[in-house]
């Protein structure tokens, strides 16, 4: 008998109950008769919740579990929930699995969260490590778009000056500055999801349990640049709004 997850079932019996069906596992080397005497069939009893097989990065979630009497295994896992410190049992532990065999070795008795931080230890430095270049970078974009910005204004201070002699407000030197920002924000947040969009499906191999493409994360970025970039492009705007007119048309 053996016990499937929702994987293996989904995969393999679409559309049916695979409870009652018979698998085997592996590939018969030499046909159907040397198959049978090395790996016999096996009836599905069973049918277990998903879980991360040899680790997170594994890209075959699908599962099956045999009795250990059918088998022969040389190593062997055992899991057990506490309520307390769970090293706190690994004596009463030690104590059971002596008595069935007092010749059975155990070893790496540890929590489960360190052997989740031992799997898992790449995905954290790697997601460190994006996590600083993804923030140092918007801020250089923020910084070179608030000089872009600032640079922009001063070489029109003569024609603010003019549109503010010919009767326009700070409203609309203002919203005339947010505009030249916001057009300039959107091409490069176009472009840039464009770009994360082909380059995603490459992170996906450092990436668990997430879409490269989750319309969420592409959003929430564009959220976060915009605002970034126009609150950048604020403090020029609102400078050129005060700029005074018969100052700024006596400058070259």
Do not use: C, K
């Amino acid at each position: 008998m053996a016990l499937v997850n929702r994987p293996f079932a989904e995969r393999f019996f679409p559309g049916e109950d695979p409870i009652g069906r018979r698998v085997r596992l592996g590939t018969p080397p030499e046909g159907e008769e040397s198959a049978e005497r090395v790996e016999p069939w096996r009836t599905i009893v069973g049918v277990v919740p998903d879980m991360a097989l040899a680790g997170p990065p594994n890209e075959d979630p699908e599962g099956i579990y045999v009795p250990l009497s059918q088998g022969d295994p040389r190593f062997v896992s055992i899991v057990a929930r506490t309520t307390g410190d769970p090293m706190a049992l690994a004596p009463a532990v030690r104590e059971t699995v002596g008595s069935l065999d007092a010749n059975l070795p155990i070893y790496w008795v540890r929590p489960m969260t360190e052997t989740i931080d031992e799997v898992m230890w790449f995905l954290d430095v790697f997601g460190t490590l994006f996590a600083i270049f993804g923030v140092s970078g918007l801020f250089l974009a923020v910084v070179g778009l608030y000089g872009v910005m600032a640079f922009s204004v001063q070489r029109r201070t003569h024609e603010v000056g003019i549109r503010m002699a010919m009767g326009a407000g700070a409203r609309d030197i203002l919203r005339l500055v947010m505009r030249q920002g916001a057009f300039q924000l959107g091409i490069g947040v176009v472009v840039g999801l464009g770009l994360a969009l082909l380059l995603g499906q490459g992170l996906q191999v450092m990436l668990f349990r997430v879409e490269p493409w989750d319309p969420l994360i592409f959003a929430t970025i564009a959220a976060v640049l915009l605002t970034s970039g126009l609150t950048a492009a604020l403090l020029p705007a609102r400078r050129a709004a005060a700029i005074d007119p018969a100052v700024a048309l006596r400058r070259d």
